[in-house]
């Protein structure tokens, strides 16, 4: 039997908001949730039919919020907003995007602070359990008063218009309303503004760049670990008094991670008497550029379990005596992180490209220079490197903070914005880019531990080293070479070579590790 998770009343985490877009977990509304919806609809219908201006209910917009609306026009004035804030332009969004949108928006509004009628929460939980998703044009937010066209964009199908996936094609609501026998929502007073305030685009974004940078920190670590290996690199540096000394979470937990990961190595021990003093930066100082990578996620990580449980539409309604027209729709707290998490992402890619060209050098005993032995006729692994340092400098141009910007809208009303949208999308494209670094730099890993055979490396490295064999051969002459980086690539990206590790993982004692890197 799945899971309930109760919008509303039960605390939303990453975990279960990716486990509710799945289908993994059912979220559904409990009669206590329903109760506070239908008090705080009524609330705003005996404020609709009142002579007192409440923004939004019986007020126009942005700049229009002194024009009254009479009573008979509230309705229509609520589906104008859906159909004027619907001005998103560009390729639509994931599915999974729309998906998570819906349902961080079902959170915030369940809670009954919105004015929300209960009939089109349970339309947005039928879109859901049917899989009719909206589709969603990834340009045209800034982030301010909320997502407002993306959101728009997002509830066009609840009055019967707009676009939706339905069984792997793209078509329209209204069509797709009438196989269902479903007639469109008829919106009461505030709730077309209740649905389009609020950071559900950049929220969701944001939980996706959790998910994949989560995967990314830990492939990080092994990579790095691999090289390492590959490199005869110093275990040293992971000592645990060391970062005891400096103690940032996530440069302790990045040592433990690598102590961990070369737990019984033969390869270590095999250079313990070498002449080389201390390793380049890229090896010696993983614990520091990996660890405030994972520290910059954690962050993020904390300000969107705020964010995916506030309510953040506008005004709120706490009683007929108090509704406060507020701005808790403004995006520039998830914006900030955003950004942060990016240039984070961004150096884990900076630091790996170095690792690679590292491997290249020809200065460790018995890995040839290029990995591969006999360069001249063959140019090895020298073109690899290009594309890692590509992937890299086109990161370094998305890092540039979105939030870092700002001009004003709505005729000055909206005169300080977030741009926190453009975060989130950066910050996906980057993780995209250093999926595609580390999965190059695990191919060119693989190669170098390669030399050092017949001795092995830990449990977990072994594990990792023998699932890039399986997929990808040792080199020892030319070839093209796309397809064998795709195939490396593809284990970063899918989670295969994580869930790999883990297998390996269980097997080694895991003390040191931190409980708030390892779940989302």
Known sequence: MKQIFQYGADTLTVGKALAICKGQINGVLNEETRKLIRQSSTVVEKIASSTQAVYGINTGFGPLCTEMISAEDTRKLQENILKSHAVGIGEPVSEEISRLMLI??????????????????DRMIWFL??????????????????????????????????????????????????????????????????????TQFIAAHAVKVVQKMHNLLAVA??????????????????????????PYKGNKHVAANIRHLLKDSEIVPSHANCSRVQDP????????VHGASRNAWLHLKEMLEIEINAVTDNPVIFSEELTISGGNFHGQPMALPLDYACLAASEIGNISDRRIYLSLEGT??????????????NSGFMILQYTSAALASENKGLCFPASADSIPTSLGQEDHVSMGSISGRKALQVIENVEKIL??????????????????????????????????????????????????????????????????????????????????
Request: hydrophobic share 40%; with cysteine.
């Open 439 to 520: 999965g190059i730099e695990l191919f060119c890993a693989a190669q170098a531990m390669d030399y050092h055979l017949p001795l092995k490396s830990g449990k977990v490295i072994n594990a990792v080293h023998d699932a890039v064999r399986s997929k990808v051969s040792h080199i020892e002459e030319d070839q093209i070479m796309y397809n064998l980086m795709q195939s490396t690539i593809d284990l970063v990206q899918s989670g295969a070579l994580l869930e790999i590790a883990n297998a390996a993982q269980q097997q080694v004692n895991s003390e040191g590790f931190s409980e708030e890197f390892e779940n989302y």
């Open 221 to 246: 670590d092994i990579t790095a670990a691999m090289m390492l290996e590959g490199l005869l690199g110093s275990a040293k540096p992971f000592h645990e008094k060391l970062h005891n000394l400096r």
């Open 281 to 288: 930066y890229s090896l010696r100082c993983i614990p520091q």
């Open 364 to 377: 460790t005993p018995g890995v040839p220079k290029l990995l591969m032995k006999e360069t001249g006729l």
């Open 129 to 198: 359990e049917n899989n009719v998703i909206p589709v969603v044009p990834k340009q045209g937010s800034v982030g301010a008063s909320g997502d407002l066209a993306p959101l728009s964009h997002l509830f066009l199908p609840l009055i019967g218009l707009g676009k939706v996936y339905h069984q792997g094609t793209i078509a329209e609501t209204a069509d797709i309303l009438k196989i269902y026998n479903l007639a469109p929502i008829s919106l009461g007073a505030k709730e077309g503004l209740a649905l389009i305030n609020g």
């Open 104 to 121: 961080l928006k079902l959170q915030a509004l369940a809670q009954g602070y919105s004015g929300i009628q209960e009939g089109t929460l």
